[in-house]
């Protein structure tokens, strides 16, 4: 009951036919994953809406940074117009509380110093 291997581990020298090669196959895609026509549509039609998505957000996200830029740009125009105001109005109160103002509109109003006897110290 032994089995005989002996042939299998001969060489056949004399033999003229030339027997077929067995090749390797390279790793090819695994059978899992089969690309279909429709897969391949599917595919396609995701790159295209998420391509469509991406340019419009950032077509959108360059209109709102255009936007926040023209309103800083005219705050800050404004800004500029209300400090040259508060120069103008600081001018004129340093102006109307000089002691020269204030006496020449006392006598405009006939208003005159207080006499000693009128002055009263707490």
């Given at each position: ?20 090669v067995k090749r390797k196959k390279a790793v090819g895609s695994p059978s899992f994953i089969s690309f279909t ?86």
């Open positions: 009951m032994i089995k005989d291997y002996s042939g299998s581990y001969t060489a056949d020298r004399f033999s003229s036919k030339k027997k077929p026509k429709p897969m391949w549509k599917a595919i396609g039609a995701m790159l295209f809406v998420t391509l469509v998505i991406t340019l419009s957000s950032t077509f959108w996200y360059g209109w709102q940074i255009r936007l926040a830029l023209d309103e800083i740009g005219s705050s800050t125009t404004a800004n500029q117009e209300l400090a040259g105001l508060n120069l103008q109005l600081t001018s004129q109160r340093d102006m109307l509380l000089s002691q020269g103002h204030m006496e020449k509109t006392a006598k405009k109003l006939g208003l005159y110093p207080p006499a000693d006897n009128q002055l009263r110290y707490p």
